[in-house]
């Protein structure tokens, strides 16, 4: 099956520096691939869409010079939490979806990063 | 996306079967129901989807009721393993919409 990495797994890192997270399709061609917020006790939270080649498109409420994120390859993409606060501890999720995938358009999610910031 | 309604927790001993049930009232023609579990700290895993007929895979079945507002997932023979939060999704079946999760249904399997 598909899988997707995502690096690094666990980071804490001081207030107003920044962290880079790496999401990795490691068997198949992301065209697409999606980044998720969830706070402890609450559901997945889109964030943003990347396209490979394109710029994000983020939700509402999400701000896009806070959370960089980069889709350069079909098989990388990264968000970069730019100075980092307490409040922007969460954990992060990326998803992939590929145009290989069968009909019904499965995404494929990756472990997740668990940002702490001091 | 068409919103769905998950009963917040639900108990189910170890063996037995586990129903979950998912209201999706408002539900396209052309959006199928997806369904996913995350186990604690982990990324949301797929389990299975369905159109219109009942699915079943090595993981689960899905009912899907015949007028398609509300479904359910079974998982035959619960263990403690299968505790986790049961996400169930409508999504359309082509494009680029990504999943957007609900609150779902938090299983406890007990031994």
């Known amino acids: 099956g598909a899988v997707v990495s995502q690096h690094p797994s666990r980071v804490i890192c001081k207030s107003g520096t920044s962290v880079k997270i790496e999401c990795r399709s490691l068997d198949f061609q992301a065209t697409t691939m999606f980044w998720y917020r969830q706070f402890p006790k609450q559901s997945l939270m889109l964030m943003a869409t990347s396209n490979e080649g394109s710029k994000a498109t983020y939700e509402q409420g999400v701000e896009k010079d806070k959370f960089l994120i980069n889709h350069a390859s079909l098989t990388l993409s990264t968000l970069t939490v730019t100075s980092a606060h307490p409040e922007d501890s969460s954990f992060y999720i990326c998803?992939?979806?590929?145009?290989?995938?069968?009909?019904?358009?499965?995404?494929?999610f990756g472990p997740g990063t668990r940002l702490t910031v001091l | 996306d068409a919103k769905t309604t998950q009963p917040p927790s639900m108990d189910c001993a170890e063996g037995r079967a586990a129903n979950l049930p998912c209201n999706h009232s408002?539900?396209?023609?052309?959006?199928?129901v997806y369904w996913y579990r995350q186990i604690h700290s982990q990324g949301p895993q797929y389990i299975i989807h369905?159109?219109?007929n009942n699915e079943t895979n090595e993981m689960a079945s899905l009912i899907i009721t015949e007028d398609r507002k509300s479904s359910t997932l079974i998982l035959p023979h619960a263990t403690l393993r299968d505790t986790a939060v049961y996400y169930c999704?409508?999504?359309?079946?082509?494009?680029?919409?990504?999943?957007?999760f609900g609150k779902g249904t938090r299983l406890s399997v007990i031994a």
């Open positions: 998803s992939a979806r590929t145009q290989e995938s069968s009909s019904y358009n499965e995404q494929f």
């Open positions: 369905g159109l219109k």
């Open positions: 408002t539900i396209s023609g052309n959006e199928y």
């Open positions: 999704i409508v999504r359309a079946h082509s494009g680029n919409t990504p999943l957007v």
